[in-house]
């Protein structure tokens, strides 16, 4: 018997694509992800600048929490088999722009505005996934703690 691993990943829909956000969970359930967890947040300059610590080096850090701290934000935690890598395959390339010359039907492509406001996030490992999540929703189960049964739906 085959037993497929879920994953739990973190999305964000980001502020320039808040008013999508209908639009972007249609799609994401259409893909066959369960979305266990759901949280609107407006963060704070500070708080978008602990979640994208890793990159307080780069030059576009303030441009990016600045961003980020704009309006509201959707949290969501998306679960799957493979869902990292499915979700970020979904959201298409980091770069909108881009994203609407070699993703078209991708997520950033729809609804993501330039290379910096792309319309979401996902979390980039399992690693990246369990500090992520933890981030938004602290009293997460993971998966491996679960048979799936007793998952929340929305
Ligand atoms: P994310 O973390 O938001 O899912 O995006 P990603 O992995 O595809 O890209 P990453 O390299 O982690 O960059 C994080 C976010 O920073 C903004 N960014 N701006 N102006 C720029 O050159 C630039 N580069 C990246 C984007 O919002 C990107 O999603
Ligand atoms: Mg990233």
Redesign the pocket.
């Known amino acids: 018997m085959v037993v497929e691993k879920i994953e739990s990943t973190l999305a ?1 829909v ?1 502020p320039d694509a808040f008013d999508n956000t209908e639009n972007i969970i249609t799609i994401i359930k259409r893909n066959g992800f369960v979305i266990s967890e759901r949280q609107v947040v407006t963060l704070s300059k500070e708080r978008a600048a602990q979640f ?1 610590e ?2 307080k080096e ?3 850090y303030d ?2 929490t600045t ?1 980020m701290s704009s309006g509201p934000t959707l949290a969501l935690v998306l679960r799957k088999a493979d869902a990292i890598t499915s979700w ?1 395959q979904l ?1 298409g390339p ?1 770069n909108s722009d881009k994203a609407r010359k070699e993703a078209p039907d991708s997520i950033r492509a729809k609804f993501g505005t330039d ?4 319309a ?3 979390s ?1 490992s399992p690693q990246s996934a369990a500090r992520e999540i933890a981030f938004f929703f602290p009293e997460y189960q993971h998966s491996s703690e679960f048979n799936g049964q007793d998952v929340r739906e929305y």
Do not use: Q
């Not at 290379?115 to 792309?118: D, E, L, V």
């Open positions: 964000l980001k994208y890793e990159h780069r030059s576009f441009d990016l961003f970020r959201m980091t290379g910096s406001k792309n979401t996030h996902g980039d």
